[in-house]
């Protein structure tokens, strides 16, 4: 498989918030991709919309602007620039065209899982069409039950199910009147698996899996420790067989040694299955050991995106160094040398002639600059 | 360094429904002044139990079943809970985890941020009155009974007398003076605002009576030492009047002119330094002649000294005089009890106690320890004072336990018979029979003994250190003491000056525009703002120890770096004792002085920071800091195996044993003692053992120490790094 190939797009993306008359603009102007395979970190201080944007991802939210591609599939798109445009312009034939463009928005908007599951019917037509055919007798009665099932199934398939999240706090995100077989098993049955015997064996696949063990299915979320429980979380996540996971800060709210069980988890299924993830945290030594990519995030724009190894070596952004500044390392010696940088985004730039635009500076390194910052970081680059 | 809070052998256990949860199991430690102490572990470690119990908040379903806290002179696990209105809070103040649940919601930040100013003030008033009255009394009467002659003796009585009047004065004074100043400063703060409204034209609601405010203020702070009343009088007060009249005549620019005028002068009163009115308070009562007019610093040394001349240095002779005699008669006394200590001590190693005997013993000691304690010493001696209460308790328990045993014993003895007799019979009973609640009435001797002891060799040492006081410091800081409390007198805080403080306090944990936010309410402050808030209401009254549990685990890095720098700063600012419990190792390198790291209720390996990064000995101490990532981590990361023991039933040998791949036969047999690495470090694992194999640390450990002295050595050869990093900060 091409590694290269975008499983996620994310172009443009604005989420905004209405509160009487004041709108938070929570992300603003946000686009990366997300490779197939790989582990894509977004960090940045609370509030800066990176939650937001993974729920905006999985549909949790209607996006205000912007476009988001899930397999080259348009899952999520916003109307507001458009309509922004709309008001602005007078040519009669820009105004049909962005008529059209809305129209196509909405509508996929709201189409894509019926397009992904008649898709997947007539896949699943072709597929048994040519065997019910040719069977015969008892043979084919049950190919057709078969047949009949997988259809079912596949009408109530919706592409976001590939993309699945695991919550923050393990608490808070389990019900405690539900036991943890009905906890895993609950996509399964929204799915239409009726099959007893089928959910039961693929929740105890998925106990086992995340380092659990059958007896734990009927018992309720409390009776576990932090670490177990975000377990729990992970199995739930994995059973709907995804191909993208957004992980919401998954161990912020664990203590150490358990977070490194739960990283180690994370690794492993994602070396078993493929799996691509969105990392979200704060705590960054752990983001630069699991991501391969790395976002910056700063009050909804994206300032900074490299490869991790990149970024902790040549943070461009005076924010990103700001960030880096403020890690502090298990080095009493380093500790008491280390020196925050403070970020003063008023100080530090001048956008009142020039605004901003996310720029590359190197091959797989965005910053976000405007054209005398973007010249003074080529040649600071260049220099060295 | 002077010790603050020694913590010893503290056992906390919690009754539940399914058996007793033994919490914390047997810590020590000490704690120095200006000392951050990080508590490290897991989380059920016992860390938040251990501080909680200094203070005396622990939950209602606790048992502490042995150990002290001693602080100031009180054992924390002993005293009332009136007693503990005066530490709590005052003394000593904690950081709560979660800065959202820790704050009122439905009160205003400012509410909360004054609460406690207000309700301590006045007690602070009243007992710097109490003390320095005792003090100077007591202080008289050594005076006294040291004096050689009748000539010395009414010297004595008359220069006390002196003393108590000037001092009158003195207070008189500097009461004026703090009315004048904080009038000025805050006449200054709010001018700053409403001249801002002003000139913007967003004039609020409710300016006329702010206007009036600082009319008021402006007013008050007419003061010698503020605002000159003979230089200025008539301008302060034509201003104020003509800008309580131009507001009303809504003619703001005429107002503004006035608000300029004020703040000038305001802002010249609020920057004067403060004169010496302790001097200046002998000068006036006692000389003829007016004050001179000079400068304020020529002044102060003027004052100074007449005041030496005049009275000090005989004064000062004269209590060093006392303070020497009565620290020798101290010394008598000490003698005496250490006497009375090696005779009490058979009384209480009998077979069995003797109630009478004990109690009357205990009576007649109590008396001749509390002698001991001299009444000039500033600092007070916390062993002595702990000696009676602890005695009264152990024995308490002795006599209550010895009879209680009886009836505990006949009732195990009834249930054995009917558990045997069903077992002859050949049931098998489901249940099992648990073992008699006794109370081991040897161990209430051993604890009984050890008390006389610990304080017959503190005796022993104090008199050992007896030519070597140097007791003309020591009547310097008496007179220190004296007069700290008669400032203390005048020191009243009213609403008005508590938001006055709160505002600047506020300030100090950097808040912006302090004055807005202090009418705010929590929901309007973001979680780092929040955190910050409760790190003010805990400085609000001053404490000496400053206990903080996982003051950052829900911020974010920017934030967590900002609050973390705030606590150090201040910590040096006030020589505060920070205790700092939290599970982020990078957190605690920044932090901390010390370590204490904690498994299963047991301090598992103790040192300073670098001991405990760089020479890690214990397997847990190992495993906690293999298990987080740093910035250069690539490999796999190594969990700790398996969960934490359940400590209703806490197992026989090392807690840890079954989580650690180090662990020997021994480990699960035997509990390791603490073993001696260096002075300052100690681990309990019975890996220190001489007999035990040599065992490297595991590979990451080794791995990032090799890697910190790596950045360490690179640092030090480019030399100008953090010299650079630091140029480009501000």
Redesign the interface.
């Known amino acids: 498989m091409n590694n290269q190939e975008p499983l996620l797009r994310v172009e443009h993306l604005c989420q905004y918030f209405k509160a009487g008359n004041f709108v938070t603009k929570a992300v603003d102007d946000v686009s990366f991709d997300i490779r197939k395979g790989e582990v894509f970190g977004l960090v ?4 800066c919309g990176k939650t937001t944007t993974g729920r905006s991802i999985i549909k949790l939210y209607n996006i205000t602007s912007g476009n988001i591609y899930f397999k080259g599939v348009r899952i999520a798109a916003g109307i507001q620039s458009y309509k922004d445009e709309l008001k602005a312009t007078k040519d009669p034939v820009r105004i049909a065209e962005l008529k059209a463009q809305i129209r196509a928005a909405r509508n996929e908007q709201k189409n894509c899982d019926k397009e992904y599951s008649a898709k997947r019917r007539s896949e699943l037509k072709s597929e048994y069409e040519p065997k019910i055919a040719a069977a015969v007798g008892e043979e084919k009665a049950r190919m057709e039950a078969q047949y009949k099932d997988a259809l079912r199934k596949a009408r109530r398939t919706r592409l976001v199910t590939q993309i699945q999240m695991i919550f923050q706090d393990p608490i808070a995100s389990l019900d405690p009147r539900m036991t943890v077989r009905e906890i895993i098993s609950e996509g399964l049955v929204i799915q239409g698996e009726r099959d007893k015997k089928v959910i039961d064996e693929k929740v105890y696949e998925m106990l086992e899996l995340v380092g659990l063990v059958r007896e734990h299915a009927s018992r309720y979320p409390h009776e576990f ?2 670490g177990q429980r975000q377990r729990i979380g992970v199995a739930r996540s994995i059973i709907m067989n995804p191909e993208l996971i957004i992980a919401d800060e998954p161990v912020s709210a664990l ?7 739960v ?2 988890l994370l ?1 492993e299924l994602r070396e078993r299955f493929g799996l691509t993830i969105l990392f979200i945290a ?5 983001v ?3 991501s391969d990519r790395i976002g910056v995030m700063y009050y909804g724009k994206m300032v900074e995106l490299a490869d991790s190894d990149e970024l ?1 070596a040549h943070p461009l952004h005076p924010y990103t160094r ?2 880096l ?11 008491r ?6 970020y003063n985004p008023l100080a530090e730039h001048d956008y009142t002639v020039d605004q901003p635009s996310f720029r590359e500076v190197r091959p797989g390194h965005f910053v976000q600059c405007n054209e005398a910052e973007y010249q003074k970081i080529m040649t600071e680059i260049s220099s060295k | 360094m002077e010790n603050k809070l020694h913590v010893q052998d503290l056992r906390i256990s919690f009754r539940t429904g399914n058996g007793k949860v033994q919490a914390v199991r047997g810590i020590d430690f000490d704690l120095a002044r200006g000392e951050t102490l990080a508590i490290v572990g897991e989380s059920g470690s016992g860390k938040s139990v251990t501080s909680k119990a200094i203070l005396g908040i622990l939950a209602g379903n606790s048992i502490v079943e042995s150990g002290e806290i001693i602080y100031d002179g009180q054992d924390l696990l002993k005293i009332s809970e009136e007693d503990f209105h005066k530490i709590r809070g005052d003394k000593i103040a904690m950081i709560f985890q979660d800065p959202m649940s820790s704050l009122n919601p439905i009160v205003r930040i400012g509410r909360q941020l004054t609460e406690a100013m207000l309700l301590k003030g006045r007690i602070r008033q009243r007992e710097s009155r109490r003390s320095f009255r005792t003090y100077l009394k007591s202080l008289g009467d050594r005076m006294a009974a040291s004096a050689a002659n009748n000539e010395e003796r009414t010297r004595a009585a008359v220069s006390c007398r002196k003393f108590q009047q000037f001092e009158k004065k003195h207070t008189e004074l500097e009461s004026a003076y703090n009315t004048a100043h904080e009038g000025a400063t805050e006449a200054l703060d709010d001018i700053g605002i409403i001249a801002f409204e002003l000139e913007k034209n967003t004039v609020a609601k409710g300016a006329a009576d702010r206007i009036k405010d600082i009319a008021r203020r402006c007013r008050e702070s007419l003061n010698k030492y503020v605002v000159d009343p003979d230089q200025y009088k008539s301008e302060v007060l034509q201003n104020a009047s003509a800008l309580e009249e131009n507001f009303r005549k809504k003619d703001y620019t005429a107002a503004l002119g006035n608000l300029y005028r004020l703040r000038d002068r305001m802002a010249e009163g609020a920057g004067r330094p403060k004169p010496n009115f302790f001097r200046m308070g002998y000068y006036m009562t006692f000389s003829d002649k007016p004050l001179p007019e000079m400068p304020l610093e020529e002044l102060n040394d003027f004052l100074l000294d007449y005041l030496e001349k005049d009275f000090m240095k005989v004064f000062l002779s004269d209590a060093q005089r006392a303070v020497t005699y009565s620290a020798e008669q101290c010394y008598e006394r000490i003698r005496r009890a250490v006497r009375e200590l090696e005779a009490a001590r058979p009384v209480y190693a009998a077979e069995q106690l003797d109630k009478k005997q004990c109690t009357d013993t205990w009576k007649k000691l109590r008396m001749t320890v509390k002698e001991t304690v001299d009444p000039l010493a500033v600092s007070k001696d916390s062993l002595v004072y702990t000696f009676s209460p602890s005695m009264k308790s152990e024995l308490d328990k002795y006599f209550h336990g010895a009879k209680a045993n009886v009836g505990i014993l006949r009732k195990y003895e009834r249930e054995k018979r009917k558990y045997d007799a069903i077992v002859a019979k050949g049931g098998k009973p489901d249940w099992e029979l648990a073992d008699a609640a006794v109370t081991d009435l040897e161990l209430i001797k051993a604890n009984l003994s050890h008390i006389i002891d610990r304080l017959a060799e503190h005796y022993q040492k104090v008199l050992d250190a007896a030519d070597s006081r140097d007791y003309h410091a020591e009547t310097i800081g008496a007179i220190d003491y004296l007069m700290q409390n008669a400032s203390g007198i005048v020191d009243r805080v009213t609403p008005r000056i508590a938001r006055h403080r709160a505002i600047r306090l506020m300030e100090e944990v950097g808040i912006s525009e302090p004055h807005k936010r202090f009418r705010q309410y929590p929901f309007e402050f973001s979680g780092g703002m929040r955190q910050r808030i409760v790190i003010a209401i805990a400085l609000a009254a001053n404490p000496d120890i400053l206990i903080c549990d996982e003051p950052t685990t829900a911020l974010d890095v920017t934030i967590q770096s900002q609050i973390l720098e705030l606590i150090n700063k201040l910590k040096t600012e006030r020589r505060l004792s920070v205790i700092f419990i939290t599970h982020d190792l990078g957190v605690v390198a920044n932090m901390a002085d010390r370590v204490a790291v904690m498994y299963a209720g047991k301090i598992v390996e103790y040192g300073t920071c670098e001991d405990i990064f760089y020479h890690a000995a214990h397997p847990y101490t190992w495993a906690l800091l293999s298990s987080m990532p740093d910035l250069d981590t690539n490999e796999k990361l190594t969990a700790i195996p398996g969960t934490p023991p359940n400590m209703i039933y806490p197992p026989k040998g090392d807690a840890f044993a079954p989580r650690n791949q180090y662990a020997m036969q021994i480990d699960f047999e035997r509990q390791p003692p603490m073993f001696r690495i260096s002075d300052t470090h100690y681990a309990a694992t019975w890996l220190l053992h001489p007999d035990a194999p040599k065992v490297d640390p595991p590979k990451a450990v080794m791995d990032r120490i090799a890697r910190m002295n790596q950045r360490r050595e690179a640092k030090l050869e480019k030399g100008t790094f953090s010299q650079a990093g630091r140029d480009k900060n501000e």
């Open positions: 940045g201080e609370s509030g420790s932090g203590d150490v040694s358990v977070q490194a069980q990283i180690n690794n704060h705590d960054l030594s752990v630069k050991y699991f902790f700001s960030l500044s403020a890690i502090p390392l298990p080095d009493p010696v380093y500790e040398q280390r020196r925050r940088i403070t």
